[in-house]
């Protein structure tokens, strides 16, 4: 039988919140009464990504520097759900629009998943993008500094599997994506 | 290619306790913005373990996560303590959230859980022939359950998208691959 589990709060402090982070540590009480002092939680807007396909065939990716770890690796497109976003699929066709200058004919959704429940309160939704062509008129987001590129979809499965995807809820949403494309499948 | 990284010019820490450190760096972006304060959360690597028993099921393990007030199906885990070989990490956590025991494990992939905040990294592996060890008893204190799934069971609930823990799900996915259950055509 399932047991409850479900934690009370019992305070909350904001230790950093600025444009790109919010850290809280909360105190909270579990169902047998005792204290979890300090539980820190990390609240981010939603995010969307997508595996992203031109008419073409090929796959859209970057590269962007994340000072976090320091590394430089490589991304599927993607970015924050906004407060002005009606939807995350609203979100990711903007955010394909804003990055790669694509605008795309379908854009299938994925399902969403946590992040990382153990530390963030956010959701990650994930997308398929097909039919993109590129709009030399689309204005960029340079404040992102991201660099776009062009691969096959062989190429695609090759820098999966030597490890070159740097955020590994993106190595879960290609996953997700490669199954729906049939290019995965049960033995 | 271009060079997309930034300067560090100055750093100093924020909080650094226990569970916590966090630093505010000064950093100088390739096109001369400066980003003051940035913030990382230093936070520590974890290991994620596919365990497969001799009768091929998935041990896992069901816990509740307070930020997002939800009970998840999740790979047995843990921090990887200071020097800690990530492998031994991987088959102590399995051993003490599972109970199960094997010397059959074999590395994944490592990726970064959030490289954009903080600096850890999530090494996955793969333990084939678990078996329980019938003394060690998963830690009461930890609030787990532990749960079997069958082949069959695992590979539906992972297509259906029945796991929430999107760092864990990408480890999932490769073992299936690397057992031949699931296949690049």
């Keep these: 039988m399932a047991r409850l589990f479900s934690w009370k709060t019992i305070s909350s402090q904001q230790l950093l919140k600025d444009k790109w982070i919010d850290v809280r540590a909360d105190v909270c009480e579990k169902p047998d009464g005792s204290i979890i002092e300090p539980f820190y939680v990390y609240r981010f807007p939603d995010y969307a990504c997508a595996l992203a396909i031109t008419k073409d065939g090929k796959v859209i990716l970057e590269r962007m520097y994340r000072h976090g770890l320091g590394i430089t690796g490589v991304e599927l497109p993607g970015g924050c759900v906004d407060a002005a976003d009606a939807s995350p699929a609203v979100a990711i066709a903007r955010e394909l629009r804003e990055e790669t200058g694509y605008h795309f004919e379908t854009i299938e959704y994925l399902g969403h998943i946590s992040p990382n429940p153990t530390t963030n309160t956010n959701l990650m939704h994930m997308f398929l993008a097909k039919g993109g062509e590129f709009d030399p008129l689309q204005p960029l987001d340079v404040e992102e500094d991201v660099e776009t590129f062009l691969v096959t979809m062989d190429e695609l499965v090759n820098l999966l599997q030597t490890q070159q995807f740097a955020q590994s809820m993106q190595v879960t949403a290609l996953f997700f994506a490669l199954q729906k494309l049939g290019r995965i499948i049960v033995q | ?185």
Excluded at chain 2, 41 to 51: A, H, K, S, W, Y
Excluded at chain 2, 58 to 84: H, N
Excluded at chain 2, 121 to 136: I, M, Q
Excluded at chain 2, 162 to 183: E, T
Aim: charged letters at 25%; one cysteine or more; a negative charge.
């Design chain 2, 1 to 185: 290619m271009r060079d997309l990284r930034w300067k560090v010019l100055s750093t100093s820490y924020v909080y650094e306790n226990k569970w916590f450190h966090a630093r505010a760096d000064s950093c100088e972006l390739p096109d001369g913005r400066i980003i003051e304060p940035y913030f990382v959360v230093e936070l520590p690597d974890f290991c994620n373990t596919i365990v497969v028993t001799k009768d091929e099921h998935i041990i896992m393990v069901r816990q509740y996560r307070y930020p997002i007030d939800q009970t998840t199906y999740e790979l047995p885990g843990g921090v990887i303590e200071k020097g800690e070989d990530p492998a031994i990490a991987a088959l102590r956590e399995m051993r003490e959230e599972t109970g199960y025991i094997s010397n059959d494990i074999e590395f994944l992939y490592k990726a970064a859980a959030n490289p954009a905040l903080n600096i850890n990294t999530a090494h996955f592996y793969l333990v084939r022939n678990a078996e329980p060890s019938g003394k060690d008893q998963p830690d009461e204190l930890e609030d787990i359950d532990v749960v079997r799934f069958s082949k069959t069971e695992f590979i539906r609930m992972l297509q259906e998208n029945k796991f929430q823990h999107g760092v864990q799900i990408g480890g999932m996915y490769a073992a299936m691959i690397r057992l031949g259950w699931l296949n690049y055509p």
